[in-house]
């Protein structure tokens, strides 16, 4: 013990403590949260403020575009479709959620999976897909075919299956992350169902809120479905004034307004319902004795199994149509460079999400300031219509000065990481929440320096969670065509673009093929996610 | 202040959001003393640690550390990681993904210690608290009482200027307890770290502080040889834990 004495001694009086080492230590958590701000207001905070000075500084007559009638009753009808949705998906989720999150039913975790798998992939593939099914199935024998198909009954239908799996995984993993001894304490004196309603299920609430703010983002930015069957949405009418013979990019600001107001409601009802408890909410536990069903067992999972597969039945009409069907010879699959536009576009922004969710998720979970603000901009960002986002980036980006950037992919990356940015630091925080803070303030009095504690006993711990985020921030990005569809370069069009494009006038079978090229880059994404996933939950 | 004097409180206000803890608390440990503060729980001990620590932000006072200002009202003057402190928190905080030794060897290489001489350090560290041959599990393959040494051999490896101890016994059953209690004597003796225990519990203080103060209504009402404590006023904090303490 005589020599340790003489080497602590020695050691950290010399080099170590010189005056720019120690500054340089005591400033690194305001560095980087300075990058990771700098970062955020590139991405997120710059094109809407841009779309905002546009805005302000745009004609009377783009303006008054906004008395017209029948534009505000369009709009009116794409918020009454997103809420119908929204509701929809409540009436889908929740009891999906309660049967995942906490229940006995058996194969929970694979038709968990199977439920969500629509919701990573562009919506308007599975209304590709439905389309097929119809068109190819028994039900065209009865003279429908998949043109039938169309209208504001088709759009609500397959929206609801590709947005409710998030008020599922929310709900679910709300009730995972409520504290045992709460309902522990409650099954002492109450049945099982009893307990499930008065302390389970509230506990549960301020996640369902999030999800309906969420889905009903979503479900009014969407563009792709209601195009494809032929029916009209309000963001319609802004990608029109930017990509079609009504091109008028002022009169795009001035349309996107209402759209940008709705995305600021849905942020104050988001601050208003989740507030602080954002991520303290959503657990990760595992190891508890979930509630049996009893004699209602198999018919919870008759039912869970029949919307399962209904929400992946279009891929089953793809894959369908990808082998039967007319095709020219010397016809081949058309992807270009798409794929790899989509592939590489996605995995840079979703890298850049997840360094961002590093300072800015462990920066939430400890209460910063800066960082609510910061989650506060991304979540704006992911909440406003899709329109709103793609004409800000426009306005912000569409200079001379920067054209390096607008006219090449950078601009789909910075698109893709403003707008899901914040996927990566809610489900990163989410994670970080799982520790005791105290485990990083024991290294810190040991002498840790911030970056050393954020690698080591943050990140290291949790880089399951980290991977994870990468991997949804990955997928949405993939997934994503509102956004890029807006601004893509020429050229450079992601698999998305490339899709709805070639739909309209490709061969149905090609078509069919291409979709299902994203349907396995999303189910090997998705598979790796997963597998991290039950890892964790093992090793915890 | 004395010139042994290592740990320095002065006027010392803390508060729990709006509502004040702790008002005007002034305390000195020297080297080679144990005090333990005792007091009810939510009197506010564990916020006095934090303070201590740079971990939570005092409204007024100044701490004093080796005679270095280290807080003056609620300016944070040095940060926690700068003060040279160690802690064993209640419950540990040992890095579960981190093996023993790395849970050692982290610290040491936080305060610049070069690769081979960490390696010497913990492994006589491991020996010194009888975990010799547990240098390769993680924490959440050791017993209680094991992973209370590696908190102990993590506190002290790299030579603290003062250790600071929050309730460290609490989950420990009674025969387990004395034992550590042993080998924290055995270690406080052997080493001269200045030490500052909160403890609610008599034995704790009894056993190992040279001094105990009663925390009560937010400030320190006595501060004494654990021996020479009164029991007083009746019903207070202090009447019952004088009540239970043990003789050393």
Redo the contacts between chains.
């Keep these: 013990?005589g020599?340790?004495?003489s080497?602590?001694?020695g050691?950290?009086h010399?080099w170590?403590h010189t005056a720019v080492h120690?500054r340089w230590?005591?400033y690194q958590r305001v560095g980087a949260l300075v990058l990771a701000t700098v970062c955020v207001a590139l991405v997120a905070s710059l094109p809407l403020l841009a779309l905002v000075a546009e805005l302000t500084s745009s004609t009377v007559d783009s303006l008054s575009l906004l008395q017209r009638w029948d534009l505000w009753a369009l709009f009116l009808r794409s918020a009454a479709r997103a809420l119908l949705v929204t509701l929809l998906s409540l009436a889908v989720g929740i009891p999906l959620g309660c049967l995942f999150g906490r229940s006995d039913l058996p194969l929970r975790r694979i038709l968990w999976l199977v439920h969500a798998f629509p919701l990573f992939l562009p919506p308007f593939l599975l209304a590709l897909g439905w389309f097929h099914l119809v068109d190819l199935s028994g039900v065209a024998g009865a003279g429908i075919g998949g043109r039938s198909l169309s209208g504001e009954p088709a759009v609500t239908w397959v929206l609801t299956f590709a947005l409710a799996p998030i008020v599922t995984t929310l709900t679910a993993f709300a009730l995972r992350g409520i504290e045992p001894s709460l309902e522990e304490a409650a099954l002492v004196v109450a049945r099982p169902l009893h307990v499930f309603r008065s302390v389970l299920l509230p506990g549960a609430a301020p996640a369902v809120a999030l999800a309906s703010v969420v889905v009903f983002s979503l479900a009014i930015s969407e563009l792709g479905v209601p195009l494809f069957f032929g029916t009209r949405a309000y963001s319609e009418v802004v990608f029109s004034r930017l990509a079609g013979i009504d091109f008028n990019p002022g009169e795009a600001v001035a349309l996107a307004t209402p759209l940008l107001v709705a995305g600021l409601l849905l942020v104050v009802a988001e601050r208003r319902l989740f507030g602080r408890r954002r991520f303290d909410l959503l657990g990760l536990r595992e190891s508890r004795q979930p509630i049996e069903l009893g004699r209602w067992r198999s018919l919870a999972t008759a039912v869970v199994l029949a919307l399962a597969a209904a929400g992946v039945a279009p891929l089953a009409g793809l894959v369908w149509r990808a082998m039967v069907g007319p095709i020219r010879p010397g016809q081949k699959l058309a992807l270009g460079d798409s794929l790899w536009t989509s592939l590489s576009t996605a995995f840079i922004a979703a890298a850049a999400a997840t360094a961002i969710a590093c300072v800015v998720g462990h920066a939430l979970v400890r209460r910063s300031r800066i960082a609510s603000i910061l989650d506060g901009c991304l979540f704006l960002a992911f909440v406003m219509p899709s329109a709103v986002l793609g004409v800000g980036l426009i306005s912000a980006w569409n200079r001379p000065a920067t054209q390096w950037v607008y006219t090449t992919t950078a601009i789909l990356v910075i698109a893709g990481c403003g707008r899901y940015a914040i996927l990566a630091v809610r489900s990163s925080a989410v994670a970080f929440a799982q520790s005791?803070p105290?485990?990083e303030?024991?290294?810190?009095?040991?002498?840790?320096?911030f970056l050393?504690r954020l690698v080591?006993?943050v990140l290291?711990?949790h880089w399951r969670g980290l991977a994870l985020a990468f991997l949804l921030t990955l997928v949405f990005c993939m997934r994503d065509l509102d956004t890029v569809i807006l601004f893509y370069p020429p050229g450079a069009e992601p698999l998305t673009v490339r899709l709805f494009t070639l739909e309209a006038n490709g061969p149905p079978r090609l078509v069919a093929a291409l979709a299902l090229v994203q349907v396995v880059l999303v189910a090997g994404a998705v598979t790796v996610g997963s597998l991290l996933l039950s890892l964790g939950a093992r090793r915890r | 202040m004395k010139e042994s004097t290592v740990l320095q409180i002065e006027g010392l206000e803390l508060a729990f959001g709006t509502r004040a803890v702790v008002h005007d608390l002034s305390l000195a440990v020297a080297q080679g003393e144990v005090v333990a503060v005792a007091g009810a729980s939510g009197t506010g001990k564990t916020t006095l640690l934090r303070a201590v620590l740079g971990l939570a932000r005092p409204r007024q006072g100044v701490v004093r550390i080796a005679g270095r200002e280290v807080s003056r009202g609620a300016r944070i003057l040095v940060p926690p990681e700068e003060r040279n402190l160690a802690v064993v928190f209640q419950d540990l905080a040992l890095w579960p993904h981190l093996t023993v030794a790395r849970n050692l060897g982290f610290v040491l290489s936080a305060k610049g210690f070069k690769r081979s001489d960490r390696q010497v350090l913990v492994d006589e560290w491991l020996e010194r608290v009888g975990l010799g041959d547990r240098g390769r599990a993680y924490p959440g393959d050791l017993s209680g009482g094991e992973r209370q040494r590696v908190a102990l051999a993590r506190a002290l490896v790299y030579e603290p200027t003062a250790l600071l101890l929050d309730e460290p016994f609490g989950s420990l059953d009674i025969a387990l307890k004395e034992q550590l209690i042993g080998l924290v004597r055995e270690l406080l003796a052997e080493r001269q770290v200045p030490t500052l225990l909160v403890t609610h519990d008599p034995d704790e203080a009894g056993a190992l502080a040279d001094r105990v103060a009663i925390l009560e209504g937010g400030t320190i009402r006595q501060i004494c040889a654990p021996e020479q404590l009164t029991p007083s006023p009746p019903g207070s904090f202090a009447e019952s834990f004088v009540g239970r303490l043990l003789p050393r």
């Design positions: 013990m020599r340790s004495l080497l602590g001694a050691v950290g010399g170590l120690e230590r005591r005791s105290q485990l303030e024991a290294g810190q009095v040991a002498g840790a320096s050393r080591m006993l290291r711990p």
